[in-house]
């Protein structure tokens, strides 16, 4: 597993402390924030090459931020946790139903 950043290192730090109502907040708002920046981008390479439950918040920051690229990504995961989230999104984002 390549090396991961500081900032998405922080951003894991940083939910640790937080219970799930608030770890959610969080994350949308981050989502909103960086939505259509380089930045949301490299944060969400860098939580899909992680773990099970980072493949999740990266499918979750993308299903907020409208980022399809990482959502169709994960419509292939092979954990149904990350991949039933991803389905999710892109019923509701109105994308093509084919890719």
Excluded: H, K, N
């Excluded at 419509?75 to 039933?84: A, F, H, K, T, Y």
């Amino acid at each position: 597993m390549p090396a991961m950043r500081f900032e998405t290192a922080a951003l894991l730090a940083e939910l640790d402390s937080l219970a799930f109502p608030g770890r959610m907040r969080l994350l949308a708002t981050r989502a909103r924030e960086l939505a259509g920046s380089r930045e949301l981008g490299v944060l969400l390479d860098d939580l899909y090459g992680g773990d099970q439950f980072q493949r999740q918040i990266a499918v979750f920051l993308a299903g907020v931020a409208g980022e399809r690229e990482t959502i169709a990504g994960a419509l292939e995961d092979p954990g149904w946790d990350v991949r039933r989230p991803a389905i999710s999104a892109w019923l509701r984002s109105g994308a093509p139903s084919s890719r």
